[in-house]
């Protein structure tokens, strides 16, 4: 995820002039856009752990489902991500030539810390209050996007070989610092609200170098971005004996939004004075339920739907020009599609001859991203497969995810250096191809309940 928003306090001219970077970096380093919560168990699962919650990474889910937790923990989630986008028969039709493009892979290997926590329970009324404090990583911004095209004549004589190297290079990362606090109701309500605090830092490089014949150009573009922001997570569970509900809402916010922008090319008159800037970006809401059932003692299913409102995620400014842009298309229309994300997943325990208790999980799930092609006009659209396992022994426990995600689309890109500074439509259409696998390690420490129960209820609810 990233913006590249190119407003360099210009005229309208000088703003078009730039939107097709926009579009070229959006399009090659946004593989992935969705919201969901950290936690190994979850995505074995699928994602699909809104009904369930029931371990200390339920903040990042459902808040209500932390009011199920009757011990103290600690948790640490981290997640290994590998993942590969390929560009599949691309070709440039420009002016009087077309130039096949060959095929291009570009290839990003990366280790996040996702989330930490402490959980404390204490009993208020004769129920549960869960207290947790938290710090979630909402998006990793760290990624390489390489790749090296080399353009030749479909005709002889009707073109001139090109050899193009593009690179888009980002560090940096969206958290959230978050307190929650879940109450049990009644044996069948829970309830649960997080605020989060939300701050992001991140940096930009993009870069393309073409060589055609003896000419060589090159378009350089840098911005380093910031964001600060808070909002609420209210949760709900219901539960019956074998059924459970649940229904969680992430109320959308207004975030400070600062930015600072570089462009340079070795084309005469095409370059543009930096620039920093300050305005406000309205964040989505975002809606989920869960529902989970459990025919037996050892079976698990359960499923998600979950809609994000990318569609409003826009600037707010003073100036006429950026105020109303969306974040991700940079266009006042509504190309940007909302998402509804799918998730499904099934557990069972097996007990082993050590009366250990082996849980094997799998899921399948199906999230689109905000992003929309606005000339083949199709959304990206990633689908997972996931299994995943783990154990409990004492007070530690241990769940591990794999998920495997594949995405195809029919997509438009600029590749030509001329294509990238225009105000034109790209004149190439082709197959990408995007495949990731991800390994999620959740790990849970419990301590005694009463000495850590003694020391709140001293804190918040007095002798």
């Known amino acids: ?30 593989t992935n856009f969705s919201f969901l919560g950290a936690g190994a168990r979850a995505m074995g699962l699928g994602g699909a752990f809104i009904a369930v919650a029931d371990d200390a990474t339920a903040a990042s889910f459902n808040p209500a489902g932390l009011a199920q937790l009757l011990q103290p923990e600690v948790s640490f989630v981290t997640r290994g991500t590998q993942r590969n986008v390929s560009y599949e028969d691309f070709a440039i039709t420009a002016k009087t030539h077309t130039l096949a493009v060959s095929d291009a892979v570009t290839s990003s290997t990366r280790f996040d810390p996702l989330f930490a926590s402490v959980t404390a329970p204490l ?45 888009i290079n980002q560090s940096g990362q969206i958290d959230l610092y978050s307190f929650a606090a879940a109450y049990e109701v009644s044996q069948r309500i829970l309830l649960g609200v997080t605020y989060n605090q939300w701050r992001g830092r991140w940096s930009l490089d993009s870069s393309s170098l073409q060589n055609a014949g003896t000419t060589t ?14 909002n ?9 004996p074998t059924w459970s509900l649940g229904l969680v809402h992430q109320t959308g916010f207004h975030a400070d939004y600062t930015f600072s922008t570089a462009l340079t090319t070795s084309l005469p008159g095409s370059n543009a004075t930096p620039v920093a800037a300050t305005t406000g970006l309205h964040w989505p809401s975002t809606t989920g339920l869960g529902l989970a059932y459990r025919p037996s003692d050892q079976w698990l299913i359960t499923s998600d739907l979950t809609d994000t409102l990318w569609s409003t995620t826009r600037y707010m400014s003073a100036s006429p020009t950026l105020n109303g842009q969306s974040f991700f298309d940079f266009d006042k229309g509504g190309r940007t599609p909302d998402a509804t994300a799918v998730h499904l997943g ?56 794999y998920r495997y995600g594949w995405s195809r689309r029919q997509a438009s890109q600029f590749l030509a250096i ?13 197959t990408e191809r995007i495949r990731e696998q991800r390994v999620d390690v959740s790990t849970i420490y419990r301590f005694d309940r009463q000495p850590v129960e003694r020391a709140l209820r001293h804190l918040f609810v007095g002798d």
């Open 232 to 240: 609420f997570n209210f949760g709900l569970i219901w539960r019956w």
């Open 123 to 167: 009993r208020v009324a004769g129920r549960n209050l869960v207290l947790q404090l938290s710090i979630q990583r909402a998006f990793a911004q760290n990624e390489d996007s390489d790749r090296t095209l080399d353009e030749s004549p479909l005709i002889s004589g009707s073109g001139v070989p090109t050899h193009l190297v593009q690179g």
């Open 418 to 430: 001329d294509q990238i500074l225009s105000h034109t439509p790209p004149a190439s259409i082709g």
């Open 1 to 30: 995820m990233l913006s590249w928003l190119l407003v360099f306090g210009q005229a309208g001219r000088a703003l078009r002039a730039q939107t097709p970077i926009g579009t070229l970096i959006s399009e090659q380093s946004r």
């Open 346 to 401: 099934v557990e069972y325990l097996w007990l082993t001859a050590r009366d250990w208790i082996i849980p094997l999980r799998a899921g399948l799930s199906r999230e689109p991203q905000p992003v929309l092609d606005r000339y083949t006009g199709e959304q990206r659209v990633m689908k997972w497969a996931a299994m995943g396992t783990g154990f409990k022994r004492g007070a530690l426990g241990l769940d591990v995810a």
């Open 217 to 230: 150009t090159s378009v350089a573009f840098r911005q380093f971005n910031a964001l600060d922001g808070g």
